[in-house]
């Protein structure tokens, strides 16, 4: 309660040195994407003719609603889903659904500033990020192996690369608090030179939680730098330390969600509860990576990274106290060449990226909290790599053909140390195994296209998977796989002022892997037989106002509805035949619309509504999460004097006041599905640039 008072007092302060002397309005952009250029399947060209459903996410997209999380920015792209079980606890999923993802991302490939972030395990671990360092966010929807490696759930591209124009520095400062002990304070530098910019960036946020078992804090400190060593090289790194720590209050019955959802998962038999167990995940990751980006001669491009970064993870958890030491070391060269005569432009792509990730990992009893005596040492190595070709050609004016493909192979090795009598090491391996992509995209106007692709998809399992918490091992757990064939059209109309994207697919995936729940709770997984996973997606943004002469600035409305009847085609688990039934964890559909206003004098608001139909929680669908309804208010008001410029916001959270549960336990022991999301919430804040 002190940290909000200091921060109101802070905000008032700042308000009245600055509000005698704002002169100039500040309106957030709102650029259409038909001149955002993306770098999706790396080929560098305008939004409307990328032969895929690509969705962008700027600044201002990002900072919509909530500064210090991705999540509500997340869930307005059509076939995007994210849950958060607890503050600092996040899952993921592009069109797909959450079965592999009892906890974390997994099945979505995700590159920071053109770097690797997901490891060679499969795992990313996205809570490490201060999304207020962020400056975009590109999400290709459906399987993108052909150029990124293994997926079937898409890619994220994360920038936080910032250009400052021609200023030489520029500092910023931020503080916001709210609903449950919420605190975030943030600071940044940046600097550019002629041939170096750097952005250092500095970020503490905690939380007290809504329930109990739920406090979290987050320490970042982040740099980006970039030597452009002559005209035709630069040299880029990144470099960040992530001290996190959030507790983990486990699943609740529906019956214990409506009597009191504030609480924490109970004891249940011999398993002590939530609280008694102290559990919690610490995690303190170092992460450095280096870019070298060459143009060579006219017509060719490479650009070489490399990655490093080390995570130390304890996790007591209901049954077990778990620490693992990961070092993941990343590499991916890219060859890109370009030929253009009068309309026909060849640009072909071509490399190799491969991971390496080792992992000790010691699990011990949980005795109230306090490690007890060993139950497992573990020493794993994991080795994956790909081997991709591309080529784009632009046949005239309109036609844009794309083919492209890539080699996969991974390599598992487990040891269990503390087991002197069976044979090990044990070793697996993956692959190889190619994956195709082709696509064609027709401009049927300047500002129009339409666009079709097939794409074979794969995923293999990753470390967790084949090696759960409850440390078995799962030698036999066998990829996913399956083709995704896709028709769209996108564009704008009436000069721009109508952006839109519609899309169908048809996925059909084969030996799905799946999470289920044994006695004691604990998630471990097997394939599923095979799913299918067509849908269709809506998006659309009409500019209704945007002219600074009128006392209505700009005037946005938007909308992104998504359907998703997935279903089960075959699936059998000893005697129960789940064929036909709906996904685990999917909603049939999701429809998000907004509304974003600026004023002439500098006032700006945004209103999202999120209509999400109910979610089978179990195989069987024999229990399904109820239908909810998400109301986000946020209002502002720039103001500016001189070259200082101050944000000052305010928002509601859940101001239906709602009772659900955003990250659902699918197939949960105990019928302990449910992990209910805050109530109605509040926070303020400020952002100070100069």
């Known amino acids: 309660m002190k940290k909000i008072i200091l921060l109101l007092i802070w905000l008032f302060i700042i308000k009245q040195a600055f509000a005698q002397k704002a002169d100039s309005t500040v309106i957030a952009d709102s ?106 966010a590109e999400i290709i929807k459906g399987p993108s192996s052909s150029i990124y490696g293994a997926n079937t759930g898409g890619v994220v591209l994360l920038s936080s690369l910032n250009n400052i124009g021609d200023k030489k520095n520029r500092f910023d400062a931020s503080l916001n608090g709210g609903s449950y002990g919420m605190f975030n304070e943030q600071a940044g530098w940046q600097t550019q030179e002629k041939t170096f910019s750097s952005s250092l960036q500095q970020s503490y946020m905690q939380s007290d939680g809504f329930r109990k078992q739920t406090a979290m804090h987050k320490d970042v400190i982040k740099w980006n730098g970039r030597f452009n060593i002559n005209a035709s090289q630069s040299l880029s790194f990144i470099a960040f330390y992530t001290d996190l720590y959030y ?82 070391y990343n590499a991916r060269t890219s060859f890109g060449y370009k030929y253009k005569k009068n309309d026909f432009i060849l640009h072909a792509t071509g490399g190799v990226e491969i991971g390496y990730n080792v992992a000790h990992i010691n699990d011990y009893g949980n005795r109230a909290g306090v490690q007890d005596t060993v139950q497992y040492k573990d020493l794993t190595q994991l080795t994956q790599y790909f081997i991709f070709a591309q080529v784009s050609i632009n046949a005239g004016r309109r036609w844009l053909f794309q083919v492209g493909g890539s080699n996969n192979a991974t390599y598992y090795w487990f040891n269990r140390l503390t087991d002197l009598i069976s044979k090990y090491p044990q070793t697996r391996s993956a692959g190889p195994l190619i994956t195709p992509r082709i696509s064609a995209l027709y401009q049927l106007t300047n500002s129009v296209s339409i666009y079709a692709s097939a794409s074979e998809g794969f995923s293999t399992p990753t470390l967790a998977e084949i ?79 945007h002219n600074n002469m009128y ?90 004097i001189h070259t200082c410029k101050l944000n000052t916001y305010f928002g509601i959270d859940n101001l239906l006041n709602e009772v659900y549960s955003l990250g659902n336990d699918i197939n949960a022991a105990g019928k302990r599905y449910f992990n209910p999301a805050p109530k109605r919430n509040f926070f303020i804040g400020a952002r100070l640039t100069f």
């Open 247 to 328: 507790q983990t209050p486990g699943g609740l019955t529906q019956a214990q969600m409506d009597a009191d959802p504030t609480q924490a998962r109970l004891a249940s038999g011999s398993i002590p509860g939530a609280q008694t167990q102290h559990a919690a995940v610490t995690n303190k990751t170092g992460f450095i990576a280096a870019t070298l980006t060459s143009n060579i001669g006219k017509n060719f491009t490479n650009i070489t990274s490399f990655v490093i970064d080390h995570t130390g993870f304890t996790n007591p958890t209901f049954t077990s106290y778990e620490h693992r030491s990961e070092w993941n």
């Open 31 to 136: 650029a259409s994407l038909q001149n955002v250029t993306v770098n999706a399947f790396e080929t560098k060209t305008k939004w409307k003719d990328v032969a895929a459903t690509v969705s962008i996410l700027n600044k201002k997209d990002l900072q919509r609603f909530d500064v210090n999380s991705m999540l509500s920015a997340m869930n307005t792209v059509a076939g995007v889903r994210m849950e958060e079980r607890s503050p600092g606890s996040y899952r993921l999923s592009v069109r797909g659904s959450l079965l592999r993802s009892p906890f974390g991302v997994r099945d979505v490939k995700i590159y920071l500033d053109g770097v690797p972030f997901t490891d060679a395990t499969g795992n990313t671990y996205l809570n490490l990020i201060d999304p207020n360092q962020l400056q975009s």
């Open 467 to 545: 090696r759960p918490t409850n440390g078995t091992y799962y030698p036999f757990l066998q990829p996913e796989y399956g083709w995704n064939y896709e028709a769209g059209i996108k564009g704008a109309l009436l000069k721009s002022d109508l952006e839109f994207n519609a899309s169908v697919y048809y996925f059909a995936l084969k030996q799905a892997i799946v999470s289920r729940t044994d006695s004691a709770g604990v998630q471990y997984f097997v394939n599923a037989g095979s799913t299918k996973q067509n849908g269709a997606e809506i998006w659309f943004k009409a500019h209704l106002i």
């Open 551 to 640: 006392t209505v600035a700009s005037l946005d409305i938007w909308n992104s509805f998504s359907y998703q009847p997935y279903r089960f085609t075959n699936y059998t688990v000893g005697t129960n035949n789940y064929s036909g039934n709906k996904l685990t964890g999917v909603p049939t559909y999701i429809n998000v619309s907004g509304v974003d206003i600026n004023t002439k004098n500098a006032f700006y608001g945004s209103i999202i509504f999120n209509a999400t139909s109910s979610i089978p929680l179990d195989d069987a669908n024999s229990a399904f999460a109820k239908r909810y309804y998400l109301l986000q208010v946020k209002v502002g008001k720039y103001f500016k």
